[in-house]
């Protein structure tokens, strides 16, 4: 953080994102200055009350924000130019929320559904505007981290809360942009790149056995930075088989010349957990372990044309139990991940002009995913001795694009198209195409349109799993969307409001789903499925408003609605993930100051889910009758003491001990409470 010399207000500065490609949405041409980010409330007040030094400080922190790069384009556009509304959760909500991972956070924006079958992060669906957590792209500093084998293992991410500057959500569509994962949406994290040589650590413990620890460490010498990080974290679990330990690993590093920028980075997680009704209710006591391991290299000129190519890895190694410490339902999985990516972009008088390819290629080897090998084909299970994989699959994924962006003074467009071919189906392109526009007809205000398509193949597990419980088809069909959007911002020095709505018309969607009461098998199949909603979010600046001395912070308010209609004639019994949506959800959280550095921040959730629960007995037999989802609300509160060098805090989750459903038969932590501290020593 650095200190504004006109006005003495507290801005973060993220200068170290300047020309980095891996910012996905953000600023890789100027240095951006961030002074309130929203999430969310359409609250009023007086400005003659005012005084004019406030105004100042308001008009340059609405410069600053206009500044910010935040783009789901190929191109770096500032938040003024952009034809997209991006989601910013800063270094500054991070700090103030009271989650313990990243997933828990995301449960603060107001379009992401985040569904866990146990608590503290772990066993995590992540989706967008009733999408499916297999719907989504998940991006670590712009790299693709998502798996192919399924969504579940996507959020498990390798690096820790302490690791993040910050976290953008872009909601709908963006294959254009991020490729066909990204079908209804992106998230991606973005970690810290501190040029300031340094150490830090971090402990906290709590309810449940609940203990976690951390370490970071900073080297910056001349043109080279670089950061490594290492957690772990454990809890015997709020319910039934749900205890976890995790292991983490992350290292950055950097060089910035003149000429170039390049950015390289290394992760791991290592993560072992009861895993509590995974894939049914009628075995409580499933067990999971995953390991992931990811590498990335990327690199920008500086040039007339820019060109950012990439290159990645990542590989998943996941083993499951059925019953835990059993080999009953035993399956073993092992998946890579290969891309390369060339990208270029250059501006000329007609506005920003961006092309490129990317290649992926994703494969598996497994006991129970892909196809049969021939016995003298089998491959060992590394540190599995006597055990082999037995099946396999690999299909690579090829892309190439366009995109123009037509910059006016009052007007943006974007426009461009997608040409994919994926060997998995055949050796045909298939075009994607998108459009997005903004206008500003006042400076205070914005209007957004956009029409895109998209599509997704199908998941490993999608395709070929099968127990007991569940069956893949190997026929499905990729799936396949048209969405429009509507929506509009407004923003002065202390009041910022977006409103915006969406139908996402869907074809060929993929779900699992029980056709009958008397079969206890989970079928995926495609079905014909429209989503449509519509977003609501404001934030109120109250040291904007009144003075910068104001005890009151900010206050964000955000709603979300979403409507979902299927077409098809298909009798089903009871979905599993894409007609469960969340029908409603508010968010309203106040950061405010109690004294001095001390300061406490609260969270309210309200949520409504669509669909229902296939209710088990004690017995863990199935009773066929399927309960509706009750609605639940949820508050959380944080309160820290924040100095330059530490930062002690103690949170409480669940205030009111709620019993709450993420996942049927599967209750959530009620009441529990975490404490700790972290403590920093910069070097010169």
Not at 413 to 428: F, P, W, Y
């Amino acid at each position: 953080m650095k200190e504004n010399k006109l006005t003495k207000e507290r801005a973060l500065r993220w200068k170290q994102f300047n020309h980095k490609g891996y910012s996905a949405f953000c600023s890789l041409k100027k240095e951006v200055n961030i002074g309130v980010l929203a999430v969310s409330t359409l609250i009023f007040a007086n400005v003659d009350v005012i005084s004019a030094q406030n105004q100042v400080a308001g008009q340059l922190k609405n410069y600053e924000l206009e500044e910010i790069e935040v783009t789901g384009t190929r191109v770096p556009l500032t938040e003024m130019q952009s034809a997209k509304m991006v989601t910013v959760l800063s270094r500054e909500e991070i700090q103030a929320a009271a989650v313990h991972s990243v997933n828990d956070l995301l449960k603060y924006a107001a379009g992401v559904d985040v569904r866990q079958r146990g608590g503290f992060g772990i066993q995590t669906d992540i989706s967008v505007r009733g999408g499916t957590f297999d719907q989504i792209t998940i991006l670590l500093n712009g790299v693709n981290i998502s798996s192919p084998q399924t969504g579940h293992l996507t959020a498990d991410f390798p690096v820790s809360m302490n690791d993040i500057e910050r976290i953008e959500v872009l909601e709908g569509p963006a294959a254009r942009v991020f490729g066909t994962s990204a079908f209804t949406g992106a998230i991606n994290i973005v970690t810290k790149n501190d040029k300031q040589s340094h150490v830090a650590i971090n402990l906290s413990g709590g309810s449940y056995g609940l203990f976690d620890g951390g370490a970071q460490a900073n080297f910056t010498k001349g043109a080279f930075s670089h950061q490594v990080s290492g957690s772990y974290n454990r809890s015997d679990g709020a319910t039934q088989n749900s205890d976890f330990n995790t292991k983490r690993a992350y290292y950055q590093g950097t060089y910035t010349d003149k000429e170039v920028d390049v950015r390289w980075q290394l992760g791991m997680t290592n993560q072992k957990f009861g895993a509590n009704t995974f894939y049914s209710a009628s075995y409580p006591h499933q067990y999971e372990e995953v390991r992931r391991h990811l590498i990335s290299v990327q690199a920008e000129t500086k040039g007339r044309l820019h060109f950012t190519p990439g290159i990645y890895w990542n590989r998943w190694k996941d083993h499951f139990q059925l019953i835990r410490g059993t080999n009953t339902g035993e399956n073993f999985h092992m998946t890579d991940v290969y891309g390369v990516n060339l990208n270029a972009y250059f501006n000329s008088a007609w506005g920003k002009t961006a092309f490129g390819t990317e290649i992926r290629n994703e494969g598996i080897l497994s006991t129970n995913l892909g196809r049969l090998l021939n016995e003298d084909q089998y491959v060992d299970i590394p540190g599995e001795n006597g055990k082999q994989f037995t099946k396999k699959d690999n299909r690579t994924n090829i892309s190439y694009y366009l995109e123009h962006n037509i910059l006016l003074q009052r007007m943006t467009i974007s426009m461009g198209a997608l040409a994919n071919m994926n060997t998995a189906l055949d050796h045909k392109y298939r075009f994607y195409p998108g459009i997005d526009v903004s206008y500003r007809p006042l400076d205070k205000w914005k209007l957004f349109a956009s029409w895109n398509m998209a599509f997704r193949m199908p998941t490993f597990t999608d395709l070929y799993y099968v127990s007991s419980t569940l069956q893949g088809d190997v026929g499905l069909k990729p799936e396949e969307t048209q969405a429009f959007n509507l929506g509009a911002k407004y923003r002065n020095r202390y009041l910022e409001t977006n409103i915006s709505g969406f139908f996402h018309k869907g074809k060929n969607m993929i779900d699992w789903v029980m056709y009958t009461p008397t079969d206890d098998v989970y079928h995926s199949a495609n079905f014909k499925l429209d989503n449509m909603g519509i977003e609501v979010s404001s934030t109120l600046n109250f040291r904007s408003l009144i003075n910068q001395d104001c005890a009151l912070d900010k206050l964000n308010i955000s709603y979300a609605y979403i409507h979902q209609k299927r077409y098809d004639d298909i009798e089903i019994y009871k979905s599993s993930y894409a007609m469960e949506s969340l029908r409603h959800k508010l968010v309203a959280r106040l950061d405010h100051r109690i004294w001095s550095k001390l300061t406490a921040g609260w969270a309210f959730r309200w949520q409504d889910r669509t669909g229902g629960y296939l209710k088990y007995n004690t017995k863990n037999q199935s009773t066929g009758v399927v309960v509706p989802y009750p609605s639940f609300c949820l508050l959380d509160l944080k309160v820290s003491w924040n100095d330059s060098k530490y930062n002690v805090f103690a949170e409480a989750n669940n205030l009111l001990n709620r019993t709450y459903y993420d996942f049927g038969n599967i209750p959530q932590p009620g009441f529990w409470f975490r404490a700790g501290m972290s403590y920093r020593i910069n070097f010169k």
